[in-house]
């Protein structure tokens, strides 16, 4: 039988092993983290820390939470990553949204991949029953403004086993998120190690033979008939530079703002956050309580329940790269073009719901859809392979995304991933 190694367990990589192992192949994936726990401190017991200030630096949350990853670009933008089993998924707040234009700009139809996900990943927006007052006022506000609000489906089987704790971020406790490592926990002919990092796809004769792993302190070689790489956005890049393939410094990261204000009782805490999203040109508007602010924004030090924010997550120009240490991501002028318009849009809805703007304050600016610097493009549409790649190596994450999207993209990138390692089995499972 053939072997195939996938280096990473997030969104993309556990699509890719769960096809190739459909397909008949003997699936590896190599995991750098470990087995994925939710967020355990009681934040109660945080509080008095929070409130001397002692939460300084966004990196220290790896310390509470090893699973959730965090680096500083050199303005400042903190950049989050999930670090376990199902990658940056077990992190997500669940949104569902296809978000292919990009990829059918350049000729990439996956209308059957969707189709199928469809069936294959519980999505719902049978929700709307557990939303607050606040979060249906804020609704109407974003109507009255034009904002053409749509209820935001969610990667849940049965919403009535959301409790709206709020904590989607620091993973689920209920079970009712779904999340990738789904796909692979009981594929037979998939086995996931945790703990392995990878550092580099040995190549020999033009083909890849295996991929170079750090395990247990130490250093090994595993051989493989097919690799793929769904590291992530800043995982794979640094893969396929340390293997003599280089990515491109086009890095994009979909950066989140939020727009806060103090309201009694808000209780945006205990919601399902982003219950429903506005999609404008290059950037998207949302309910959503910033737990990243919270504990690390000096503008944010009041009680959790008082908060009331909408966030912006906007596309940025894909400029930027990672070398595994240093975070290079400027935003450039277009970018924060982009941010003033988003901003004084949500200025608008609170406005609407009688916060006048010197009443507001910022969240931190942070991202946490990295992605772009293995790009896609018409070259490669039927194929979904570069030639700069041996032919039994393939890229399954967002790292393929041609540009930033400014939106949720899990399931675009499950689809790419589905069509990819479909590709992968026909080409290499003789
Ligand atoms: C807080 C937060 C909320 C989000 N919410 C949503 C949402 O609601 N909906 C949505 O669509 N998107 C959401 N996203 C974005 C989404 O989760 C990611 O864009 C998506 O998971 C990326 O998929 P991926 O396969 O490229 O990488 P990832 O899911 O990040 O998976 C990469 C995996 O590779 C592993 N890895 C990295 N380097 C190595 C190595 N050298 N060797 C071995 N393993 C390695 C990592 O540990 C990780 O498990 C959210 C992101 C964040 C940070």
New binding site residues.
């Given amino acids: 039988m053939r072997k195939a190694i996938v280096?990473?367990?997030?969104?993309?990589?556990c699509m890719a092993a769960k096809e190739l192992a459909a397909c008949g192949l003997s699936v590896t994936v190599?995991?750098?983290?470990r087995a994925f726990k939710p967020f355990a401190w009681d934040m109660d017991k945080l509080e008095p820390v929070r409130r001397a200030g002692l939460f300084f630096d966004e990196r220290m949350i790896s310390l509470l939470f090893p699973e959730m990853r965090i680096d500083k670009a050199q303005d400042g933008l903190v950049h989050?990553?999930?670090?376990?089993?199902?990658?940056?998924?077990a992190?997500?707040?669940?949104?569902?949204?296809r978000y292919d234009r990009y990829l059918a700009d350049i000729g990439i139809d996956l209308d059957a991949e969707f189709a199928e996900l469809e069936t294959e990943v519980p999505q719902t927006t049978e929700h709307r029953a557990g939303w607050s007052e606040l979060t249906e006022r804020l609704f109407t506000a974003f109507e009255e403004v034009g904002l053409d609000p749509q209820v935001t489906p969610k990667?849940m089987d049965d919403a009535s086993r959301c409790v709206a704790c709020g904590n989607?971020?620091l993973g689920c406790k209920y079970g009712a998120k779904w999340t990738?490592d789904r796909l692979i926990s009981d594929a037979d002919g998939v086995t996931v190690v945790e703990g392995?990092?990878?550092?580099q796809v040995v190549i020999e004769g033009g083909r890849a033979t295996g991929v170079v792993?750090r395990m247990q302190g130490k250093t090994e070689l595993i051989a493989a008939d097919v690799v793929v790489l769904?590291?992530?956005?800043?995982?794979?890049p640094?893969?396929l530079d340390a293997s003599g393939i280089p990515a491109t410094p086009t890095l994009f990261v979909d950066p989140v703002l939020c727009v806060a204000t103090r309201w009694e009782g808000a209780g945006l805490d205990r919601q399902l956050p982003?219950p429903f999203v506005s999609e404008q040109p290059d950037f998207i508007l949302s309910p959503y309580f910033d737990w990243l602010s919270f504990y690390f924004n000096r503008s944010w030090r009041m009680p959790h329940g008082d908060i009331m924010s909408i966030m912006i997550k906007m596309a940025d120009a894909s400029v930027g790269s990672y070398d595994g240490r240093h975070l290079d991501k400027p935003l450039v002028d277009s970018d924060w073009e982009t941010l003033a318009r988003a901003v004084d849009l949500s200025y608008e809805v609170l406005e609407r719901v009688g916060v006048p703007r010197e009443k507001t304050f910022f969240g931190t600016l942070n991202a946490?859809?990295?992605?772009g610097c293995f790009p896609l493009t018409p070259a490669e549409a039927d194929t979904l392979h570069h030639a700069s790649l041996p032919d039994n190596l393939y890229v399954?994450?967002?790292?393929l995304l041609p540009r930033s999207m400014g939106n949720?993209?899990?399931?675009t990138?499950m689809a790419l991933?589905k069509r990819i390692a479909r590709r992968a089995a026909e080409c290499h499972s003789i």
């Fill in positions: 280096v990473g367990s997030g969104a993309g990589g190599l995991e750098a983290g989050v990553v999930g670090r376990a089993v199902g990658g940056t998924t992190l997500a707040t669940g949104n569902a949204l990667f989607c971020v990738a392995a990092s990878v550092e792993a769904a590291a992530g956005g800043l995982g794979t640094v893969i982003m946490g859809h990295p992605g399954a994450d967002a790292s949720p993209p899990i399931l990138i991933a």
